[in-house]
């Protein structure tokens, strides 16, 4: 037997959670070192697994089965293909970069350290796993470390932040334990076994009536998760007062479970609702871009500016997705990794500024770009990739959107494109307002440029924001062919036909 | 008469022996309190045993005995085996509060495994007289552990209205048995199933009358909702150290019974009586949730709280024969959390204690991390997240129930759990969250009920992450 990456993908976390309680408390100065050691492993392990993907191949790879749980149809059962390559890999990125943005922590830094693990275990699971009842428990389950992060060691107002996530999510996962439940029941009668095994869902006849009930169901639970509007409203809170670390994972992999689940799920699964109910996402969308938009570009807090803008990015990955075309698919996947990538750069940034002044309102700074020149470089930066600039990965993702959701929803693709360049007017009039000009105010004038383990964080994730904005290749070869394969599925089950097919690879599915 | 067999009762006789010992030690000599703690404990141990060989007895066999008085079947046995461990984790986290009773120590110990006794009779009988005079052995001797110290008025209006409402409710459950013998002609729980097998009956009001009323009493005593108005006040009044056990054995021989005569006696009705249960369930599930959210003592919230799974459990009937294996699952790890849950209430406002401020919480985490710890596993359980027993539970009653057509009522249960959620995690909020109260103690657990904790922890982490082994056990779990 092969070596389980998979298993250890998931499982190596949580013992890095159980090796960091078990440290001794006296030696507090030894928990972030470990803890970012063991997050290296796991990182080295996801990027062994990228390597070793073998892009162009169909199906699931790397698949690892058992049951656990007798006749009730329940099983450990993991696979990876190209939707959930990248995620695992983000999630494996992000972590370290947090752990060693959260050195300002001195209280109880051992809980934090082991929390971030369960919860990147946890994610781990939900990218992976190819069985429903399982999905439903790691997504359910990684709600509780991510519930302590914003509630122990967040802002001022964080224990209503911390309920106000924990109550939207698990309303939006009541929904999806019933759809799952439903959905295992009509397996039953077709099937004849019970099962939660996602292979058998595939095969699954459902009526129309029934694919637009699950796929609300469904729908419910990933569009609070996105979120998008108008389930958006508890995200603002959350990000803004959770601390650096859970905001990069919130923002950077959380949210991708919303997306992940409408491409796992919602198309594969329920194909002619989606396609008859791709226009009024598409619409949500669209609506988000605008609107995440324009209220980021009055937030006079500067995370709660980014946290808006999350609601903006995500609003095209959506679109990307329901444009039912190769190209939007793609750069809707694309663009999960390079949101990520991106906001997390941002969340940390704006963690490092925080950790220095100890203020988020915007009208407290003004300046820096003469006090603390290399960090004012850096967020310059990242907030081009994020809005998009030719040779930053943003763009890459959102070129692809637009174009594969021109051919399907034209306006909303124009509307849509909007959306970029208010981006540009949210981030460069922050910009300006923090970093231009004379840094008149005292508390400003003395401040520390970035040290060395600040630049350990940024040059890795600035690296990978040009790497992907100039060579995307290695990263859409890999996604290529499972979206391929979404669409014809898609195809084969609705007389939908979808616009601007890849066609050789097409034609090896066929 | 040949038809005995000391099989069948040997968990009630090895109890009841424990009962007789602990009585006339306790007056005949001057004994250490430790002594008669452990024959309750080795009586207990002796019940677990002869459960386990009823077990062995009847996987292959399953019979009544007694002249169709007690059922010697997989189901009887499993509700001993489950009783007898319930009782051990009850007897460990009411040590302290029996050890407080001083010289009453023994009609104390006495009444527990009396009540146990009667309850695991609740679950072997086959015959409706037998049920409910096992009924009310365990009833009895419940009421009595309610208003156990004379000096508190709590306790003593608890048990008053216990009591009360309880005997209202066994006089409703007689009158459905008296109400079924008039339709069917036969008291046996079988015989009724035989019966109606092989006749049609040309009036059924009787009969039907005669199910409402057998299912309304019962439904009394595992407090769903309407007929739960009891469950918080008695909860609340009775000292925290034994709230638990008598929310716990309730529950188990409570739902055995239930399912029991539902499923056999009237399995030929079920579409007649499985839409009442799902409206109970729903109604249950609704009026606990919402009751709960507004609690500020941990006591009543954790009562209402059990009026809420009493509706989830009631989830799982509604598919009949098919639910039995899940309601077994689920009211046996509903009882060892809920019995964990009134054990750290025990510590926090002393076993004793009757009132028990959510507010006393505040701050825990740092006093307490152990006892902390444990009630915040116990309420994430009791909330239904997932890789805990709580989660696992409803998993598989809702899918029951969605299995057997009852979609909307999942939907009402699921919706229920989510606003559930809320009132658990405040717990857990106020525990992590809050800076303590400058005057607050520090709870010390003692041995008896760090063990007890240890192990319902145990139990409920491990059928979390691995409900297989117990699944197989239930799924085999059947009445004859």
């Known amino acids: 037997m092969d070596f389980p990456i998979l298993s250890a993908l998931v499982w190596l976390p949580v013992a890095s959670a159980a090796i960091v309680v078990g440290l001794p408390r006296r030696r507090p100065e030894l928990v972030i070192p470990v803890a970012f050691g063991l997050s290296l492993i796991t990182l080295g392990l996801a990027g062994f697994l990228v390597v070793d993907f073998t892009a162009g191949d169909l199906g699931f790879q790397f698949v690892e089965r058992t049951s656990i749980s007798g006749d009730l149809g329940i099983d450990y059962h993991l696979g990876v293909d190209g939707i959930s390559l990248f995620m695992v890999a983000l999630t494996a990125f992000l972590l370290p970069l947090s752990i060693l943005a959260s050195t300002s922590v001195e209280h109880r830094s051992k809980e934090l350290m082991a929390s971030l693990f369960l919860l990147e275990g946890a994610l781990i699971g939900v990218f992976l796993t190819l069985d429903l009842a399982l999905f439903f428990v790691f997504f359910e389950v990684l709600l509780v470390p991510m519930y302590f992060i914003i509630g122990l060691w967040g802002g001022e107002r964080r224990l209503e932040a911390a309920l106000k996530f924990f109550l939207f999510t698990a309303f939006g996962s009541a929904f999806l334990l019933a759809g799952i439940i439903f959905l295992s029941v009509q397996a039953n009668d077709q099937l004849g076994s019970i099962t939660f095994n996602y292979l058998d869902m595939l095969d699954v006849e459902l009526s129309r009536t029934a694919q637009f009930w699950l796929f609300g169901a469904f729908g419910i639970a990933f569009a609070i998760k996105v979120p998008l509007f108008p389930f958006h409203t508890w995200l603002p809170d959350a990000h803004t007062e959770a601390p650096t670390a859970g905001s990069v994972i919130l923002a950077g992999v959380l949210l991708k479970m919303g997306t992940y689940g409408f491409v796992r799920f919602n198309l594969n699964l329920f194909p002619e609702a989606a396609v008859e109910l791709a226009g009024f996402m598409a619409a949500l969308a669209v609506v988000g871009i605008i609107y995440g938009a324009a209220v980021a570009i009055v937030q006079p807090d500067l995370k709660r500016l980014v946290a808006y803008s999350s609601v903006s990015h995500l609003g095209f990955v959506v679109l990307g997705i329901f444009a039912l075309t190769s190209q939007g698919l793609e750069g809707g996947i694309l663009q999960m990794v390079n949101h990520g990538l991106t906001t997390g750069a941002l969340f940390l940034l704006v963690g490092m500024i925080y950790e220095r002044r100890h203020t988020r309102r915007i009208a407290d700074y003004g300046g820096l770009q003469k006090v603390m020149p290399w960090f004012a470089g850096f967020f310059l930066l990242t907030a081009f990739a994020s809005i998009g600039l030719p040779g930053l990965n943003g763009f890459v993702g959102e070129f692809l959107i637009l174009l594969g959701s021109y051919s399907r929803f034209p306006i909303l693709a124009v509307v849509a494109a909007f959306g970029v360049v208010l981006a540009a007017v949210y981030l460069l009039w922050a910009y300006e307002r923090v970093f231009t000009g004379e840094p008149d105010r005292e508390e400003n004038q003395n401040l520390r440029d970035i040290g060395l383990r600040e630049v350990g964080i940024l040059v890795p994730i600035t690296a990978l924001i040009i790497f992907l904005g100039v060579y995307p290749k290695p990263v859409l070869e890999r996604i290529e062919p499972a979206v391929e394969q979404v669409l014809e599925r898609i195809e084969q089950r609705t007389d939908f036909e979808s616009p601007l097919r890849l066609d050789d690879i097409a034609e090896e599915i066929r | ?480």
């Open chain 2, 1 to 480: 008469m040949t038809d005995i067999s000391y099989l069948a009762i040997g968990p009630v006789i090895a109890l009841t022996v424990g009962v007789l010992a602990i009585l006339l030690i306790a007056v005949s000599f001057k004994t250490d309190e430790r002594v008669l703690g452990w024959i309750a404990a080795a009586s207990l141990l002796a019940a677990f045993v002869l459960g386990v060989l009823q077990w062995v007895e009847a996987s292959d066999n399953p019979t009544t005995r007694f002249n169709g008085m007690v059922a010697l079947d997989p189901f009887a046995a499993f509700g001993a085996v489950a009783l007898a461990v319930v009782g051990v984790v009850a007897l460990l986290v009411a040590w302290p509060l029996a050890v407080a009773q001083g010289k009453r120590i023994a009609e104390f110990l006495a009444l527990i495994l009396l009540a146990l006794a009667g309850l695991i009779l609740m679950a072997a009988s086959a015959h409706f007289i037998m049920l409910f005079l096992s009924l009310e052995v365990a009833s009895i001797s419940l009421y009595v552990l309610a208003g156990f110290s004379r000096q508190d008025a709590d306790g003593n209006e608890a048990a008053l209205k216990y009591f009360l409402l309880g005997s209202f409710a066994s006089a409703v459950f007689l009158y459905g048995v008296a109400l079924s013998y008039a339709a069917t002609g036969t008291l046996s729980i079988t015989g009724t199933a035989e019966f109606l097998e092989s006749n049609v009956l040309l009036e059924s009001g009787a009969l039907m009358a005669g199910i409402g009323l057998l299912i309304v009493g019962l439904a009394f005593k595992v407090s769903a909702a309407p007929f739960h108005m009891w469950a918080p006040d008695v909860y609340q009044g009775a000292a925290s150290g034994i709230s638990g056990f008598m929310t716990a054995g309730a529950k188990i021989a409570g739902f055995a019974a239930l399912a029991r005569i539902a499923v056999t006696s009237f399995n030929p009705y079920i579409d007649d009586w499985a839409p009442a249960v799902a409206v109970l369930a729903a109604l249950s599930i609704v009026v606990g949730t919402l009751l709960a959210l507004a609690q500020s003592d941990i006591k009543r919230m954790l009562a209402y709280s059990s009026i809420a799974h009493a509706g989830f459990i009631l989830t799982g009937l509604v598919a009949g024969i098919d639910g039995v294996p899940f309601i077994w699952f689920y009211s046996v790890t509903y009882a060892f959390q809920v019995l964990g849950a009134f054990a750290v209430v025990s510590v926090v406002g002393g076993p004793a204690g009757t009132r028990s401020a959510l507010s006393d919480y505040a701050g825990l985490a740092q006093r307490a991390p152990v006892l902390a710890g444990s009630l915040a596993l116990l309420m994430l359980s009791l909330g239904g997240i997932p890789l805990t027993a709580g989660f696992t539970g409803k998993l598989f009653v809702f899918r029951e129930a969605v299995d057997a057509g009852y979609l909307w009522l999942v939907l009402v249960a699921v919706i229920a759990s989510v606003a559930g959620l809320f009132f658990y995690l405040r717990v857990i909020v106020l525990m992590y969250m809050h800076p303590q109260a400058e005057t607050a103690l520090e709870p010390v657990a003692g041995d008896s009920i760090r063990i007890a904790l240890t192990f319902v922890a145990v139990v409920t982490l491990a059928f979390g992450i691995v409900p297989g082994p117990l699944i197989d056990v239930v799924t085999s779990a059947l009445p004859l």
